[in-house]
């Protein structure tokens, strides 16, 4: 392997270090990734995926695109096939001519900011023939205008949840326009109440007993002077509450009978449409239990009852809208337990030092990495004694059948006690990609992280407890403990997790307690988290209820 070709590479990229030999190209640096796949797949249905195709071993093209923006690449990637028919082939020295052809054609990509670099080997020929049939030359990926309008949106709904959790007054017109879109995980809900109100307040007519004792007397009486239908009279009662009028009742008798009901009952006429109207009590003596029962009869003005009497009600709504996170516990209101990040860093400020921060920044943790900057904003310079940070995305959106553990990318490092240096940085982690599929590069965020500063103490690792760690196969190699902070154990916690920090030593910690015996657990030993009991079986946690919380 010739030294001028790994320099001639070195020069032509951007940002590429100064490398001493050739060995040291079979590794990640910055600016470049190599990737070995069995075979590339060019996604040509694609309006953001640009293809310069090259002969299998050839740097020169005949297709050149046009078309999109630089400022708009997202990544190059330089794709060829790892099979040489000669020892004394040289595929650096055929890369760094391929890429000098690329510069010619497209200058203004030697200088742009924010490309990423890939070389992907193609492993799955081993013939001339066969490897020719392989897509050779590069790929060039633009961010679509879905994505510009997603990071836009994604970079409002992060300040959202950093006021929101700082205390701030939020934007409900920005959570509205987002939750119609259906762009984000908030969506708005809302609840209707129904009430009934009486338009009138129309009463009917009562009497009052001024003498019970008397009752019986006054029934005898009564009964004695009713004439047509025995046991049976009316009183008219005015809109003063006086009886005007007696019927049923002899004549001679009439007055009698008038002047025994003043004695022994008090009147209220009837209301109608919030005025007095005349009403009938129709008297009626029985022989049964209850002797005496009487009801009122509301009377227009004619002296006719009034049949429409009943109330008339008008139903009223009232409209109550509200906006949930359907990434807090249970889709409830928001916003759950977002609030573990600041709970747990209040409680383990002073405890904590020197270590090394590390954060997954994929789409699901919006709410969480509110309360994580809510936090350093508040404390960064003051309380905090971590000032080395690592954000991860898993992969800068790559395609998922290109993720190799340990090998991913899509991790960011800074050391800063500045809080918009903090904010920017995961934010370009954030637009940098999303995560594609569920899994997520834990450890291999954690090993960049001790790379860049081998002296922190301990790690703070603060990950979604649905997206298990697709390299937990290298926890062996992170020889510091883990502070682990899961985002999203409403209905448990991912048991993988609890298997990595026993294995790693270090301590879990939910929003009300740290737990910090989880290597120290022996077979058939029990431990309560959150409600819920997790055992020692074979060696390894699971949730003692057998419904073990499991995410691949």
């Known amino acids: 392997m010739k030294l001028k070709s790994v320099l001639a590479w070195a020069i032509l990229l951007p940002g590429f270090p100064f490398i001493a030999n050739a060995q040291v190209l079979s590794k990640e640096a910055h600016g470049l990734k190599r990737i070995e796949t069995e075979r590339f797949i060019p996604k040509y249905e694609s309006m953001d995926h640009f293809y310069i195709p090259m002969d299998f071993n050839d740097a020169e093209s005949n297709k050149m695109p046009s078309g999109f923006i630089v400022e708009d690449v997202v990544s190059v990637s330089l794709i060829y096939t790892q099979f040489k028919l000669s020892e004394r082939f040289d595929q650096l020295e055929l890369n760094a001519r391929r890429t000098r052809e690329l510069f010619k054609r497209y200058p203004e990509l030697k200088g742009a900011r924010d490309i990423r670099w890939y070389w992907i080997a193609q492993t799955g020929c081993s013939d001339p023939g066969t490897c020719r049939d392989f897509f050779h030359g590069f790929e060039i990926r633009t961010r679509s205008i879905s994505e510009k309008i997603a990071l836009e949106r994604e970079s409002r709904l992060l300040d959202f949840y950093t006021d929101m959790s700082s205390g701030k007054e939020v934007d409900t017109d920005y959570l509205d326009s987002l939750s119609q879109t259906g762009t984000s995980s908030i969506v708005k809900r809302c609840d209707t109440l129904f009430s009934t109100v009486a338009l009138h307040k129309n009463t009917y007519g009562v009497i009052k007993d001024l003498q019970p004792r008397s009752k019986a007397k006054f029934i005898r009486k009564a009964r004695r002077k009713t004439m047509d239908t025995p046991g049976q009279f009316t009183a008219i009662v005015d809109s003063r509450n006086k009886v005007i009028e007696v019927e049923g009742v ?26 007095k109207v005349f009403t009938r009590f129709e008297f009626h003596l029985t022989d049964g239990p209850d002797p005496l029962q009487i009801h009122s009869i509301p009377l227009h003005k004619d002296g006719s009852p009034i049949p429409e009497f009943e109330d008339e009600y008008k139903t009223t709504e009232k409209v109550t809208c509200y906006f949930v996170d359907t990434l807090s516990p249970g889709g409830g209101r928001m916003f759950g337990d977002h609030i573990v990040i600041q709970k747990v860093l209040d409680r ?24 994580f900057l809510a936090w350093h904003q508040l404390h960064l310079k003051t309380k905090s004694k971590n000032h080395d940070f690592v954000f991860f995305n898993d992969g800068d959106n790559m395609s998922d059948y290109l993720k190799k553990s340990g090998k991913v990318g899509g991790t960011y490092y800074i050391k800063t006690t500045n809080y918009t240096e903090l904010k920017e940085q995961l934010t370009h982690a954030q637009h940098m990609g999303g995560g594609g599929d569920g899994p997520e590069n834990n450890i291999e965020a954690v090993l960049y992280g001790i790379a860049k500063n081998p002296n922190v103490k301990e790690i703070i690792m603060i990950a979604d407890n649905w997206a298990t760690p697709r390299d937990l196969e290298f926890i062996d190699k992170v020889k510091k403990p883990i502070r682990l902070i899961l985002c999203g154990t409403y209905s448990g916690f991912n048991v993988e997790y609890l298997n990595m920090i026993r294995k790693n030593g270090g301590s879990v910690h939910t929003i009300e307690e740290d737990l910090m015996n989880l290597a120290e657990l022996n077979e058939g030993e029990t431990i309560e988290i959150q409600g819920r009991n997790y055992v020692v079986r074979g060696g390894q946690i699971i949730n003692d209820d057998e419904r073990t919380v499991r995410v691949h």
């Not at 004549?251 to 005025?275: A, C, P, T, V, W």
């Not at 383990?348 to 309360?371: C, E, F, H």
């Open 250 to 275: 002899s004549g001679n008798d009439s007055l009698q009978m008038l002047n025994l009901l003043n004695k022994h009952f008090r009147f209220y006429s009837s209301r109608y449409e919030r005025k």
């Open 348 to 371: 383990n400020v002073n405890n904590w030092r020197d270590a090394l921060i590390v954060t997954d920044v994929t789409g699901s943790m919006y709410p969480y990495l509110g309360q």
